[in-house]
């Protein structure tokens, strides 16, 4: 990687985002977590490892702002989607567009929802982030879709967060053993089934 040119004076945020992208970027190289090492970012990003400590305290704190950016990502690919109030149709496209960001980005995924971010460190970390929030803004467009369709009559939930919360684990756990369990038969149909019956859709 080429050397990055030093920073300017108040620059410092644009660093940080470099540091970001650069871990984000040996994620989706395929080699996994395993391979964002400090030294890996560095070269990367094209800096010296020492320039990434004024930024981030440690290797997990990096993967913690990938983890947030991705979910950023994730919403903005969700909120993308063409609007259609009400419709069962939007929901189910909602919820393709979810599993179609695990399948594309499934290194990006794991680290959402991994316990790198999870354990009760994070908060020591990365302190003026509210980790318990990480990934509401995302889940807030299924949940948004499916009160559009409770309130249009196309789906018979009487509490449509908690029945967003129950199509949300749904789709995470297709997303994480369609890798998992690669080989299984899956139903070419079985999405289709699991969000009309988790989103109780007429």
């Not at 050397?3 to 945020?13: A, D, M, N, V, Y």
Request: aromatic content about 6%; proline content about 6%; some cysteine.
């Amino acid at each position: 990687m080429e050397q990055r040119k030093r920073s300017r004076r108040g620059e410092g945020g644009r660093l940080r985002d470099e540091i970001v992208v650069a871990a984000a970027r040996l994620l989706d190289e395929g080699a996994g977590e395993q391979a964002v090492t400090l030294r890996a970012v560095a070269r990367e990003a094209g800096i010296s490892a020492p320039s990434i400590y004024p930024h981030f305290a440690d290797r997990d704190s990096i993967l913690l702002a990938v983890a947030e950016q991705a979910f950023a990502e994730l919403e903005a690919h969700l909120r993308a989607l063409p609007p259609n109030p009400g419709s069962a149709e939007r929901l189910r496209e909602v919820c393709a567009a979810y599993l179609e960001y695990a399948q594309e980005k499934p290194n990006r995924y794991r680290i959402m929802f991994g316990a790198v971010w999870s354990a009760p460190q994070s908060l020591e970390r990365v302190p003026d982030l509210a980790v318990q929030d990480l990934g509401m803004n995302a889940f807030d467009v299924l949940r948004e879709a499916l009160v559009d369709c409770v309130e249009a009559g196309t789906s018979r939930s009487i509490d449509p967060a908690a029945d967003a919360a129950a199509l949300w684990v749904g789709l995470h756990g297709l997303a994480q053993l369609r890798v998992a369990a690669s080989l299984f038969p899956w139903p070419p149909d079985l999405e289709a089934t699991l969000v009309e019956r988790l989103a109780l859709l007429n």
